[in-house]
Nanobody, 115 residues
Framework: QVRIVESGGGLVQPGGSLRLSCAAS????????MDWYRQAPGKQREFIAS???????NYADSVKGRFTCSRDNAKSTVYLQMNSLKPEDTAVYLC?????????WGRGTQVTVSS
């Protein structure tokens, strides 16, 4: 059984930092593309970052230079380091593992940026 579990969210002031984790079980994450998305109330799900099979990382323009995505295949975990947070970063952050016809999602972790 595949499980994807995000953690690390919380309330942070503008300009602050958080580090999110995405722990996967039931799959070998080195065989999957691992993506981060976010969804704010009333808005569509938004792509944030992708850790590719080749080791590269791609980012959405909205977070480039502020967020850093990394993967630790040995720990079966993907991280999202978020710096210089803004109120518009407030959302549920979701992790996605996919390859071919397989697509697995976690339930997300809430990030709220507010003073």
């Amino acid at each position: 059984q595949v499980r994807i579990v995000e953690s690390g969210g919380g309330l942070v002031q503008p300009g602050g930092s958080l580090r999110l984790s995405c722990a996967a079980s039931g799959i070998i994450i080195s065989n999957y593309v691992m993506d981060w998305y976010r969804q704010a109330p009333g808005k569509q799900r938004e792509f944030i970052a992708s850790a590719t099979l080749g080791g590269g990382i791609n980012y959405a323009d909205s977070v480039k230079g502020r967020f850093t995505c990394s993967r630790d295949n040995a720990k079966s975990t993907v991280y999202l380091q978020m710096n210089s947070l803004k109120p518009e970063d407030t959302a549920v952050y979701l992790c996605n593992a996919w390859r071919g016809g397989e697509d697995y999602w976690g339930r997300g972790t809430q990030v709220t940026v507010s003073s």
